[in-house]
């Protein structure tokens, strides 16, 4: 069925709010981009005159739609290569959606998204639906086929399992560059003493190369072991320098609204390690290093200005 084009231009005006939404449910900008043009296609046969409310029926669409893809994805990350962990976005992307508040910036923070990975496809849809876009809980209701009261325990259950996570930091880009400055020069001095002073007791880093790209299948704990690690990563190798292809240039950058290392190498995202700060320190490194999930990292690194490069490796 041809949309008139009204119709288009509602579809239009709304997909940024999809596209973000998705995205936080999902974890994936590529599956999010998916689930949206699917939205469009139940809009295009839909009978839009008769739909009272457009964005409502749209947001329900989707997040139905995204429902079952988490189900499906949970049966897939069962037999993904090493630890999976989503996919990062750089500053100015839209589809990180809106920033106005705290709670807003926090459902796209990279550690908040891997902790929606605990959740069910149920909890994640109402915390998403309600702490980043603030519907009431009778919407959220009325989308996701419950009661109200069922969505308010749902959201009460989700979100406290997301407060368990650490109290993480809310910095400002000058105050990043300078944790991403501390972080590389430690990482580079080829000892763990500095390393050990930025990090929590109990740091985690993880990494996520798909079955791509070399990477740890299990997390490394402690701030001890983290910093041997980190130490053992930097240190510059004819072989490390052969295995990754050449001489990764490392930058100071945001994503997902926090500090990150950025690795690009020939001019393409290789790497974006995200830096999980807390009042006690760096508590979580997360390194995306599938070259599937930095496709539009590339993209978006490529049509941004970025200066010049703090390290180059090996």
């Not at 991403?180 to 990090?199: D, H, I, K, M, N």
């Not at 929590?200 to 990494?207: C, I």
């Not at 690690?229 to 292809?245: D, H, I, N, Q, V």
């Not at 990292?297 to 970025?306: D, E, K, M």
Request: charged share 25%; hydrophobic share 45%; glycine share 8%.
């Amino acid at each position: 069925m041809a949309l008139s084009a009204s119709a288009v231009q509602l579809f239009q005006a709304a997909r940024p709010r999809l596209e973000a939404t998705a995205y936080r449910l999902l974890g994936s900008a590529s599956e999010a981009e998916d689930a949206v043009q699917e939205t469009f296609l139940r809009w295009q046969g839909a009978d839009v005159e008769r739909i009272e409310k457009p964005e409502a029926w749209l947001t329900k669409v989707l997040t139905n739609l995204c429902l079952n893809q988490l189900a499906s994805a949970r049966a897939r990350r069962e037999t993904y290569v090493g630890q999976w962990l989503p996919e990062p976005l750089l500053a100015g992307d839209p589809m990180l959606g809106p920033a106005e508040t705290a709670e807003q910036r926090e459902s796209v923070s990279y550690a908040v998204l891997a902790l929606l990975e605990r959740l069910s496809p149920y909890e994640r849809a109402v915390y998403v639906l309600r702490e980043a876009f603030g519907c009431p809980h009778r919407e959220i209701a009325e989308i996701l086929g419950i009661t109200e009261a069922a969505g308010q325990q749902i959201f009460h259950r989700a979100k406290k399992h997301v407060a368990d996570g650490r109290a993480r930091l809310e910095v400002d880009e000058a105050a990043a560059r300078r944790i991403v400055e501390e972080f590389l020069e430690a990482a580079a001095s080829g000892r763990t003493e500095p390393l050990v002073r930025l990090l929590t007791q109990d740091a985690v880093s993880v990494g996520d190369g798909g079955g791509k790209v070399p990477a740890r299948a299990k997390a490394v704990e402690g701030a001890l072991a983290v910093a041997t690690f980190l130490r053992g990563l930097f240190k510059p190798s004819a072989a490390k320098r052969a295995l990754a292809g050449g001489s990764p240039q490392l930058y100071a950058a945001i994503a997902n609204g926090g500090p990150a290392v950025v690795a690009v190498l020939d001019g393409r995202v290789a790497g974006v390690l995200c830096l999980e700060v807390t009042a006690d320190g760096i508590a979580g490194l997360r390194n995306q290093l599938n070259p599937d999930k930095l496709r539009r990292a590339s993209r978006q690194w490529a049509a941004t200005g970025h200066g010049e490069p703090l390290l180059t490796l090996y």
